[in-house]
Every structure is written in C-alpha cells, then in structure tokens.
Nanobody, 117 residues
Framework: VQLVESGGGLVQPGGSLRLSCVAS????????MSWSRRAPGKGPEWVSY????????HYSDSVKDRFTTSRDNAKNTVYLQMDSLKPEDTAVYYC???????????WGQGTQVTVSS
C-alpha cells in the first residue's frame, strides 16, 4: 500500500487549499478512505471519511461545513477541499486506509498545512 499526499502549503486565514492523496498497491475502488491531521504538540485528529463508492461521507465537527472530501476512483485519488481555513487548522494532514478491513491501517507521509497571516 502506498499513499502520497500533496497540496499543502501556507495560506492566510479564510483561504482555501485542496489536498490530494494518490493511492497504489491495493484496489482503490474497494477501499474506504480517511483524512486525519496532527497539529503541533497535539495528538492525531480524525478529519473525514469517505466510503469506497463515495456516497457515504462523514466529517468531524471541527471541519464540518468548511471541508469537503471526494474521490475519483478512476484516478485512484481522494481529495480534501478545505475552505474558510483557520489558524487552528494548521497541521500535517494524512490520508489513510485499511483496505483489508482487518484493522491494518496504512498512512501516507503527510502534507503540511499552515494557516497564518
């Protein structure tokens, strides 16, 4: 399993970023995907979930109504559109999956998002 995130960067409060996660090494179209983040000095925080077909999506309360998760199974890619960004969204963002459903999670290397003026 390989997951490669991209799209992070420095953005001002109120701005937007779109993260991408390209997957390989498993049948992407059969796998549910998640986004998580880790802010400096804090533990990991789950951000969003999207099922294999892209029809069931959940968000944490902290990002609901600001972030949008989607996927393109033809491109083996999952996205996280982040709007109305706040300084507290500053974190390293990771995509993750458990393609076997047996609790064996795989994570990408992460992409840094910094929200600052």
């Amino acid at each position: 399993v390989q997951l490669v995130e991209s799209g992070g960067g420095l953005v001002q409060p109120g701005g937007s970023l779109r993260l991408s996660c390209v997957a390989s090494g498993f049948t992407f179209g059969d796998a549910d995907m998640s986004w998580s983040r880790r802010a400096p000095g804090k533990g990991p925080e789950w951000v969003s979930y999207i099922n294999s077909g892209g029809r069931i999506i959940h968000y944490s309360d902290s990002v609901k109504d600001r972030f949008t998760t989607s996927r393109d199974n033809a491109k083996n890619t999952v996205y996280l559109q982040m709007d109305s960004l706040k300084p507290e969204d500053t974190a390293v963002y990771y995509c993750a999956t458990d393609p076997t459903g047996l609790g064996t999670w795989s994570w990408g290397q992460g992409t840094q998002v910094t929200v600052s003026s």
